[in-house]
């Protein structure tokens, strides 16, 4: 998995760092985004080296838990955490002052469908994303099996 260096990206994870719960609310203006988003922290286990990694990703809530989508800004490739969550879908996430046991699972069918429509109302970038790639992009469910606060 190659290491984002984006200055945005390198912001983000301090703040995550030293404050969760306004890294929860990330203000996306840096990266054409139109204001604050939710934001959570997501935390796979990597396929090849075992070890736990994370990142910041935007998310909707479901019913179920969380929806993500994996569009590596339009990449032909999935990006890494996609393929770790292929390899064991058991992950984390720390969502402001919650911490969250999940089991991911890709959408598909109709169900795909209706989430990607909302991910793309929610950030219309992923409709930019898409164009750029003959690959569907996933949505991914993250269903909640524990969760618990931080103090």
Known sequence: MSVNTQPWFIEHMA????????????DT????????????????????????????LLYQPSGEGFVIVASRGGSAHHPGWYHNLQGDPACKARVGC???HLLARTLEGDERARWWHAMSRFWPAY???????????????????????IR
């Not at 070890?51 to 910041?56: C, I, M, Q, T, W």
């Not at 409709?127 to 606060?149: C, F």
């Open 15 to 26: 703040l995550w760092a030293r404050d969760p719960v306004s890294a929860h609310d990330w």
């Open 127 to 149: 409709t930019d994303y898409q164009a750029r790639t003959t690959r569907q992009i996933p949505v991914v469910m993250l269903r909640i099996t524990s969760a618990e606060l």
């Open 98 to 100: 919650m911490h969250y």
């Open 29 to 56: 203006t840096p990266v054409g985004g139109a204001g604050i988003c939710p934001t959570l922290l997501l935390t796979t286990r990597g396929r090849h080296s075992g070890d736990e990694k994370s990142l910041p």
